[in-house]
Nanobody, 124 residues
Framework: QVQLVESGGGLVQPGGSLRLSCTAS????????MAWFRQTPTKGREFVAAVGASDTNTYYASFLKGRFTASRDRAKNTLYLDMASLKPEDAAIYYC?????????????????WGQGTQVTVSS
């Protein structure tokens, strides 16, 4: 079992930036890919970004258009999401998740452990 704890969410103005963190503990030897998803009442849960078994295997949702950067500190078992140029439509609960898949997967069903989520609000 892997436990995931997200942090870093909050209120930010449009155009602002935030950094989310997700730290894993427990059976971290079972995880390969770490990912960020987000969820809203209207869109449901959608894939945002992920870092696979190697840092070269990083994948982003097409709608981000380069605004977000995912990175991973393997020594700390921590995944980060640096979000810039935030828009009101980026407001959501952001979840961290882990998968045994070596190559990045974008479906929630490919992930076996989830964090509790952290709220991101983008508003002036």
């Amino acid at each position: 079992q892997v436990q995931l704890v997200e942090s870093g969410g909050g209120l930010v103005q449009p155009g602002g930036s935030l950094r989310l963190s997700c730290t894993a503990s427990g059976r971290t030897d079972t995880m390969n890919t770490m990912a960020w998803f987000r969820q809203t009442p209207t869109k449901g849960r959608e894939f945002v970004a992920a870092v696979g078994a190697s840092d070269t295997n990083t994948y982003y949702a097409s709608f981000l258009k380069g605004r977000f950067t995912a990175s991973r500190d393997r020594a700390k078992n921590t995944l980060y999401l640096d979000m810039a140029s935030l828009k009101p439509e980026d407001a959501a609960i952001y979840y961290c998740a882990v998968s045994r898949k070596i190559i990045v997967a974008v479906m929630p069903s490919d992930y076996y452990s989830w964090g509790q989520g952290t709220q991101v609000t983008v508003s002036s």
